[in-house]
């Protein structure tokens, strides 16, 4: 008799507290920033940014409209439980508020940010990866202009579960603004933000790497803040 998603979901639980304490014990290499040192133990400001005190717009030009009626998150791939969840399922997973830093590759960062929304790994706990998935990609409702090319980003499994690793559909209290994202978009604070995808509307969870769409275009797969690490090498 084959295991139970239960037991499979009990076994990828623990390879998930793996993956966090790998994640945090992780060297970062040489760390560039300065100011007083954030919840991390990495300087508040990463080399290259300036803080700023409004939260700056960029997209690909393209502005998708999505009702909370008609939003849908598909979760799938190398997973044993695949979803896809409307507004209200979503809603209905276990909620978190969070503090962050916001770091933009073009050289601007904001600062104690406050979300509401769903961890990562809370979704991923709920589909069960396969034990040989190793990346997270993300796709947005949004597409190149012209073009019927989505917005993706890419980034490790290890990366994607660590705690401040949300699905957001809250900032400062009130409902995500559409500009930036809304009804929901992932947040990644340790990385550049590129690396969370807006208007997200899928997850797939993968055996092997594949550049989104800026890492297709010149942009650093891995996009360390505090290695300065915007572009690939």
Not at 2 to 20: I, N, P
Request: glycine share 8%; net charge negative; hydrophobic share 35%.
């Amino acid at each position: 008799m084959g295991d139970t998603l239960v037991e499979r979901r009990l076994r990828y639980l623990e390879r998930q507290k793996a993956l966090r304490s790998q994640a945090a014990q992780q060297d970062p290499g040489q760390v560039l920033g300065s100011g007083p040192a954030n919840r991390h133990g990495m300087p508040r400001v990463p080399v290259g940014q300036r803080v700023v005190p409004n939260w700056p717009v960029l997209d690909l030009g393209d502005l998708p409209e999505i009702s909370l009626a008609d939003w849908r998150l598909e979760i799938g791939g190398l997973v044993d439980n695949p979803v896809t969840l409307d507004w209200t399922a979503f809603l209905a997973l276990p909620q978190v508020e969070d503090e962050s830093d916001f770091h933009c590759v073009t050289t601007w960062s904001r600062l104690d940010n406050h979300w509401t929304g769903v961890r990562f790994q809370t979704l991923a706990e709920l589909v069960v990866p396969r034990p040989d998935v190793t990346t997270v990609v993300c796709t947005g409702y949004d597409h190149m202009p012209g073009s019927r090319i989505p917005y993706t980003t890419n980034l490790p499994l290890a990366r994607a579960v660590e705690d401040d690793v949300l699905l957001v559909h809250a900032w400062e209290g009130q409902p995500l603004p559409a500009a930036h994202g809304g009804p929901c978009r992932m947040i990644t604070p340790k990385l550049y933000a590129w690396k969370g995808t807006k208007w997200i509307r899928r997850i797939e969870f993968r055996d092997r790497d594949q550049p989104g769409f800026w890492e297709a275009r010149g942009y650093s797969n891995t996009a360390e803040p505090w290695q300065d690490d915007r572009f690939s090498r």
